[in-house]
């Protein structure tokens, strides 16, 4: 019976000490999103603007040493931007010239990402950094404001969530400073940059057979939260 009662108390000892090493907060992150668009001179594929986006959603920090800390959470997440490009065809509407697209999209965000935080260098402050990236799958698009889009070469209307792939992935960096409020309670605010890996393009290849069509997310976020 005491060896049963030793086992309890040793477990409920482990138990406390890791939950006492995961912090549950949320975040808001306003954010300047583009676009990264590339591709052969004839189509000449570039960015031509950036979008004021917004995001948020759960962060959860669970900490392996005591500076150390994994980062990652549930997120929404606002990006995208407009795009020039060159139209060669004609098409049915004669149409040649250059030809935008403001394209906007939203992503369920999960973070994997490292935070390494400093000693105090204020009472009850620290400042952390933050490396790592980002698996993200869209789940709202639109293409100049809508949810479908005739392209004015062909006149052929598609889904706007048809235009993007069902994946992305960043590479991410940050930095910012993490206040102490209370026993449990912290706030904390900074910048991160955010950088697509993955081309995200579905529609200029594969429906209109534009050739080496790249475009790819870019962001810098503003982080502001708080962790109970």
């Known amino acids: 019976m ?13 138990v406390t000490s890791a939950s006492a090493q995961v912090e549950i907060g ?6 300047i999103t583009s ?22 959603g759960l962060v ?8 150390y800390a994994f980062g990652t959470g549930l997120l929404l997440t606002g990006k995208g931007g407009t795009i020039s490009y060159t139209e060669t065809s004609g098409g049915v509407s004669g149409l040649g010239g250059n030809v935008t ?14 935070k390494l935080f400093t000693n105090e260098v204020a009472p009850d402050a620290r400042l952390y950094f933050q490396v790592g990236g980002s698996l993200n799958v869209p789940i709202g698009t639109r293409v100049n404001e809508g949810k479908f889009y005739r392209d ?15 994946y992305d992935a960043d590479v991410l960096a940050g930095l910012g400073a ?12 900074g910048f991160s940059y955010h950088r697509g890996l993955a081309n995200i393009d579905n529609y200029f290849d594969d429906t209109r057979g534009f050739s080496d ?16």
């Open 178 to 189: 993490e206040y102490q409020l209370g026993q449990s309670t912290k706030v904390f605010g």
């Open 101 to 114: 697209q403001k394209i906007s999209m939203q992503y369920l965000e999960v973070p994997i990402t490292v």
């Open 213 to 228: 069509v790249i475009i790819k997310n870019s962001s810098v976020n503003l982080d502001l939260g708080i962790k109970f």
């Open 60 to 67: 959860v920090d669970y900490f392996f040493g005591e500076n």
């Open 35 to 56: 676009l990264r668009a590339e591709s052969t001179s004839a189509q000449a594929f570039s960015s031509d603007g950036s979008k004021l986006s917004f995001g948020g």
């Open 152 to 166: 004015p070469a062909t006149m052929q209307e598609t889904k706007a969530s048809d235009h993007i792939t069902f």
């Open 2 to 14: 005491k060896k049963i009662l030793l086992s309890l108390l040793a477990l409920t000892a482990a």
């Open 26 to 31: 949320l975040k808001v992150s306003p954010s």
